[in-house]
C-alpha cells in the first residue's frame, strides 16, 4: 500500500523555527518528486514547495510566501522527505501534507497525500 | 499565480448531477498542463479524483468525469449520494482553486 506519514507539528513560537518529516513506503520514493501542501484553518490548498528526483538534481521550488524561510529536503535512502520552516509566522498556522507528484507529459498531479501535521504559530 | 476561480459552493439532490467549475487564463487552466480534481471530506486529507483534465485513478467512480473548455476546467458529479458531500479543489500545475463546498440536499 502506498503510503506517506507525516510528523513533527506542534506549537511554535513567532521566529521560531520547526521540521516536518514525511516518512513514504510501499513505491519507489526515490524516483518520485515530492511536494509539500498546506492548509490554514478553514482555508484551502496551498502549495509550498517540491523537491525534484535524483534524476533532476533534487533541485527544489517554492511557493513566494515561504522562500528563503522554508528548506525541503529528502533522503532517498530512509524515505523519507523533511521540511525545515525558519522565521515562522502566525500565517504559517496550518495543517501541512506531503504529497507524491506524479507527472505525465506537460500535466502534474498529487498522489496520495498524507494524513497531513498541525503547526500551529502563536505566542 | 493567482489562484483558481471556483464557486464557493453548490448543492444537489440526491441522484442529480452538479458541475464545478474552474476558471483560470490561457496560462495555466488553458495551457497544454491539464488539470486534476481534489476531493476533502472535513478533518480528512485530500484525495485525487481526477487527473490529465478527465482520467480518474483506480477506485474512483465513473460518476465523477472531468473536462476543459478554453480556460476552464470542469467536475462533474453525476448520480449524486450523501458521501459526495465534501470540498472540491481544482489545480493546475501548483495552483489551486479556492475550493468549493457540495452540499447533498
Known amino acids: 500500500e502506498v503510503q506517506l506519514v507525516e510528523s513533527g507539528g506542534g506549537l511554535v513560537q513567532p521566529g521560531g523555527s520547526l521540521r516536518l518529516s514525511c516518512a513514504a513506503s510501499?513505491?519507489?520514493?526515490?524516483?518520485?518528486?515530492m511536494d509539500w501542501v498546506r492548509q490554514a484553518p478553514g482555508k484551502g490548498l496551498e502549495w509550498v514547495g517540491r523537491?525534484?528526483?535524483?534524476?533532476?538534481?533534487?533541485?527544489?521550488e517554492y511557493a513566494a510566501s515561504v522562500k528563503g524561510r522554508f528548506t525541503i529536503s529528502r533522503d532517498d535512502s530512509k524515505n523519507s522527505l523533511y521540511l525545515q520552516m525558519n522565521s515562522l509566522k502566525t500565517e504559517d498556522t496550518a495543517v501541512y501534507y506531503c504529497?507524491?507528484?506524479?507527472?505525465?507529459?506537460?500535466?502534474?498531479?498529487?498522489?496520495?497525500w498524507g494524513q497531513g501535521t498541525l503547526v500551529t504559530v502563536s505566542s | 499565480q493567482s489562484a483558481l476561480t471556483q464557486p464557493a459552493s453548490v448543492s444537489g439532490s440526491p441522484g442529480q448531477s452538479i458541475t464545478i467549475s474552474c476558471t483560470g487564463t490561457?496560462?495555466?487552466?488553458?495551457?497544454?498542463?491539464?488539470v486534476s480534481w481534489y476531493q476533502q471530506h472535513p478533518g480528512k486529507a485530500p484525495k485525487l479524483m481526477i487527473y490529465?483534465?478527465?482520467k480518474r485513478p483506480s477506485g474512483v467512480s465513473n460518476r465523477f468525469s472531468g473536462s476543459k473548455s478554453g480556460n476552464t476546467a470542469s467536475l462533474t458529479i453525476s448520480g449524486l449520494q450523501a458521501e459526495d458531500e465534501a470540498d472540491y479543489y481544482c489545480?493546475?500545475?501548483?495552483?489551486f482553486g479556492g475550493g468549493t463546498k457540495l452540499t447533498v440536499l
Open positions: 504529497a507524491r507528484d506524479q507527472h505525465s507529459g506537460w500535466s502534474n498531479w498529487f498522489d496520495p
Open positions: 510501499g513505491f519507489t520514493f526515490s524516483d518520485h518528486y
Open positions: 523537491t525534484r528526483n535524483k534524476a533532476n538534481s533534487y533541485t527544489t
Open positions: 490561457s496560462s495555466d487552466v488553458g495551457s497544454y498542463n491539464l
Open positions: 490529465e483534465g478527465s
Open positions: 489545480c493546475s500545475y501548483v495552483v
